[in-house]
């Protein structure tokens, strides 16, 4: 019997066949305050869209088709008729992301059009001037303006607020603009305020798999089969993150907006129920360590501080395209003393011997290096940055050499005839990974 004043949150074992998803909402009464006119948004969590990135491994990166469509189900079937899926990704020209090419690449335009469910390019489509801490941002319409939200997001770990869940999945419903603001402003502080302006009705964690190391493919996704589902979007997430083995204090936001909203964020303020969550959890690591990347390419002699709270997930992605390119490149390459800045809190490190700065954000912090390489740019351009640390760290003629194959891979790449695989997706060659998931 469960303690009817206290958040309850259900934890479910998906086996792609039980109905996971419907049990874990059933066993929270998970949609007793819908109605079957409202208008329904689901915000799943898909962060990237590149075109051609059929190669890069949606594993605990973005929410699985399955668990979007399972819920899509479950609203069908509660007769709810308006449903959209509303996503704005991280729009980046030059890479080729933006959000309907991410709606085909994680399988959910499969889902729009089998089940007759409306698409929503947030980017696309108009934003309302809202304040969050007193701050002004843009959020989409379609959030603000939805009766019901559903948030779905991935089971994963961040590198910078330690988890992603339900509650930070809502910075996808802001403009680029404003996104980039939550980072230069304060990370933590902003996403526990834009969780007093959006209010999802229900939170579905995608835990089919959960990321280490996140929140980009750049981490190590794991198998979890793990539904988690909750009506309180704190106390999902105070699940969630217990179940990465990570105490919800630590978490800044969440502590922020327990302290907003006079809430408790010990353990013991929810009932859980279904799976418990000591035989469930698997603790991982949240930061990306990006010194390991380039050791287990064998690269050594190249560091990278954490580039802290204001490295906003434009740079995110340059860097990970950027080191990803470097390490497939150069494996066993010996340098020394290069150190890569990115974001706004980074200081170079006085005794590294080549410092490049790249984007905007790392040059201002760093006006007084003359001797740096500088990069500049907001997002910095990722071949612009990738060719300067190719010639500022490889011998002329292998620099020369490492750029023309790379610019003929990319094009080829872009051509569609060509599709490179980098050395961390070959573990993603394992059955428990099943791109099923995303079609
Ligand atoms: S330079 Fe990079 S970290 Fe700074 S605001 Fe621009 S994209 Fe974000």
């Given at each position: 019997?469960?303690?009817?004043?206290?958040?309850?949150?259900?934890i479910?074992?998906?086996?792609?066949?039980?109905?996971?998803?419907?049990?874990?909402i059933?066993?929270?009464?998970?949609?007793k305050?819908?109605?079957?006119?409202?208008?329904?948004?689901?915000?799943?969590?898909?962060?990237?869209?590149?075109?051609?990135?059929?190669?890069?491994?949606?594993?605990?990166?973005?929410?699985?088709?399955?668990?979007?469509e399972?819920i899509?189900?479950?609203?069908?079937?509660?007769g709810?008729?308006?449903?959209?899926?509303?996503e704005?990704?991280t729009?980046?020209r030059?890479?080729?992301?933006?959000?309907?090419?991410?709606?085909a690449?994680?399988?959910?335009?499969?889902?729009?059009?089998?089940?007759?469910?409306?698409?929503i390019?947030?980017?696309?489509?108009?934003?309302?001037?809202?304040?969050?801490?007193?701050?002004?941002?843009?959020?989409?319409?379609?959030?603000?303006?939805?009766?019901?939200?559903?948030?779905?997001?991935?089971?994963?770990?961040h590198?910078?607020?330690r988890?992603?869940?339900?509650?930070?999945?809502?910075?996808?419903?802001?403009?680029?603009?404003?996104?980039?603001?939550?980072?230069?402003?304060?990370?933590?502080e902003?996403?526990?305020?834009?969780?007093?302006?959006?209010?999802p009705?229900l939170?579905?964690?995608?835990?089919?798999?959960?990321?280490?190391?996140?929140?980009?493919?750049?981490?190590?996704?794991?198998?979890?089969?793990?539904i988690?589902?909750g009506t309180?979007?704190?106390?999902?997430?105070?699940?969630?993150?217990?179940?990465l083995?990570?105490?919800?204090?630590?978490?800044g936001?969440?502590?922020?907006f327990?302290?907003?909203?006079?809430?408790?964020?010990?353990?013991?303020s929810?009932?859980?129920?279904?799976?418990?969550?000591?035989?469930?959890?698997?603790?991982?690591?949240?930061?990306?360590?990006?010194?390991?990347?380039?050791?287990?390419?064998?690269?050594?002699?190249?560091?990278?501080?954490?580039?802290?709270?204001?490295?906003?997930?434009?740079?995110?992605?340059?860097a990970?395209?950027?080191?990803?390119?470097?390490?497939k490149?150069?494996?066993g390459?010996?340098?020394?003393?290069?150190?890569?800045?990115?974001g706004?809190?980074?200081?170079?490190?006085?005794?590294s011997?080549?410092?490049?700065?790249?984007?905007?954000?790392?040059?201002?912090a760093?006006?007084?290096?003359?001797?740096?390489?500088?990069?500049?740019?907001?997002?910095?351009?990722?071949?612009?940055?990738y060719a300067?640390?190719?010639?500022?760290?490889?011998?002329?003629?292998?620099a020369?050499?490492?750029?023309?194959?790379?610019?003929a891979?990319?094009?080829?790449?872009?051509?569609?005839?060509?599709?490179?695989?980098?050395?961390?997706?070959f573990?993603?060659?394992?059955?428990e990974?099943?791109p099923?998931?995303?079609?």
């Amino acid at each position: 019997m469960l303690n009817q004043s206290s958040p309850t949150v259900a934890i479910t074992r998906y086996d792609g066949a039980s109905g996971a998803v419907a049990k874990a909402i059933e066993l929270i009464d998970g949609l007793k305050r819908i109605n079957k006119n409202d208008n329904v948004l689901i915000k799943p969590n898909v962060l990237w869209g590149a075109g051609g990135s059929k190669h890069i491994p949606r594993y605990g990166f973005i929410t699985t088709s399955r668990v979007v469509e399972e819920i899509v189900i479950t609203l069908r079937e509660m007769g709810c008729r308006k449903i959209s899926i509303g996503e704005g990704c991280t729009a980046n020209r030059e890479l080729g992301s933006d959000t309907l090419k991410g709606f085909a690449w994680s399988g959910l335009a499969r889902v729009a059009k089998q089940y007759d469910v409306k698409l929503i390019d947030f980017n696309a489509n108009p934003y309302v001037d809202a304040k969050v801490d007193g701050h002004s941002v843009e959020i989409a319409r379609a959030a603000l303006e939805a009766d019901f939200i559903v948030d779905v997001p991935v089971l994963k770990t961040h590198s910078m607020t330690r988890v992603s869940l339900g509650m930070k999945n809502l910075k996808g419903c802001l403009s680029m603009r404003s996104k980039k603001k939550f980072h230069k402003v304060n990370l933590n502080e902003m996403i526990a305020f834009l969780n007093t302006v959006i209010r999802p009705g229900l939170t579905v964690i995608d835990g089919i798999y959960a990321m280490e190391g996140g929140p980009t493919h750049m981490g190590r996704a794991h198998r979890m089969n793990l539904i988690v589902a909750g009506t309180d979007p704190l106390s999902a997430d105070m699940v969630g993150a217990s179940i990465l083995g990570i105490e919800p204090k630590t978490v800044g936001y969440m502590r922020r907006f327990a302290e907003i909203s006079e809430r408790s964020i010990e353990m013991d303020s929810i009932e859980v129920a279904g799976e418990k969550i000591e035989e469930v959890c698997k603790r991982l690591d949240w930061r990306l360590d990006y010194h390991s990347v380039f050791q287990a390419a064998g690269i050594e002699g190249i560091t990278m501080q954490f580039p802290g709270e204001g490295f906003c997930t434009n740079c995110v992605t340059c860097a990970d395209a950027l080191i990803g390119c470097y390490c497939k490149d150069n494996p066993g390459t010996s340098l020394e003393g290069v150190e890569l800045c990115f974001g706004p809190e980074v200081k170079a490190k006085k005794d590294s011997k080549k410092v490049i700065l790249i984007g905007d954000c790392a040059l201002r912090a760093n006006k007084g290096d003359v001797g740096a390489v500088r990069v500049g740019g907001c997002p910095p351009k990722v071949a612009s940055a990738y060719a300067s640390v190719v010639m500022n760290t490889l011998p002329p003629n292998r620099a020369k050499m490492v750029l023309s194959v790379r610019l003929a891979k990319g094009i080829l790449n872009k051509l569609g005839v060509y599709n490179e695989r980098f050395p961390r997706e070959f573990s993603y060659d394992l059955p428990e990974f099943d791109p099923r998931h995303f079609e």
